[in-house]
């Protein structure tokens, strides 16, 4: 049964500084990974899918990383600004459905 | 705008009240899923569709029921509501497997 893991479940980092969340999956038959955003009780901001034949993605100050065969994904956020404190989840694709990750709570300190 | 609409954004019923919450997508996808989001449970997905008329159970359906009459639309049915139902819904829609997932904004629904 896949498993989706993410630690750590909450960072607080100063403005400013890159950072990288990390998720791990244990089956690494997956068609795709997904990076998410979801601020409180809002919906999932979808911020980047890496297909499984590709390696990392990048948009803006955000860049992914997937590496399948030992079941790691990264996400690396560039210059960190308060805009970016929210939860960030990591879902892979597989089969008929996605499975998440319990996600990464992300503050940025002014 | 491309996105998936989810209505009612909040509900509060009592036990037992049968409710609908509404799903419809612009995108012309093919697939469509709901989930719950619970506190240390993360998401879990309750139901999805392939395409029209295809519904297959996720990982929590008791309790629930769906239909897919059309490909945009995909309403969740809660017959007869309890109050561990009481959960922050989501709806997504994709384009086929492999392709990346759109949410809507959530219903959050108390069961009292």
């Known amino acids: 049964k896949q498993e989706v893991t993410q630690i750590p479940a909450a960072l607080s980092v100063p403005e400013g500084e890159n950072l990288v969340l990390n998720c791990s999956f244990t089956?690494?038959?997956?068609?795709?990974l997904q990076w998410f955003r979801q601020d409180p009780g809002k919906g999932l901001t979808s911020l980047l899918l890496i297909q499984s034949s590709q390696r990392e993605q990048t948009s803006g100050r955000l860049n992914a990383s997937l590496d399948k065969s030992s079941g790691r994904s990264t996400l690396y956020i560039a210059a960190s600004q308060p805009g970016d404190s929210a939860t960030y989840l990591c879902a892979v694709n597989r089969d008929d459905k996605i499975i998440f990750g319990k996600g990464t709570r992300l503050h940025i300190l002014p | 705008e491309a996105q998936v609409t989810q209505n009612p954004r909040y509900l509060i019923t009592v036990t037992g009240k049968k409710l609908t919450v509404t799903c419809s997508q612009n995108m012309n996808h093919e697939y469509m899923s709901w989930y719950r989001q619970d506190p240390g449970l993360g998401l879990r997905q309750i139901y999805y569709?392939?395409?029209?008329?295809?519904?297959d159970k996720g990982d929590v359906p008791e309790g629930y029921k769906v239909s897919r009459k059309e490909k945009r639309n995909f309403p969740l049915i809660l017959e007869s509501p309890s109050p561990n139902q009481t959960s922050l819904y989501f709806c997504?829609?994709?384009?086929?497997?492999?392709?990346?997932?759109?949410f809507g904004s959530g219903t959050r629904l108390t069961v009292v």
């Open positions: 569709s392939m395409n029209v008329e295809v519904t």
């Open positions: 997504a829609s994709s384009l086929w497997q492999g392709y990346g997932y759109t």
């Open positions: 089956d690494s038959a997956i068609y795709n």
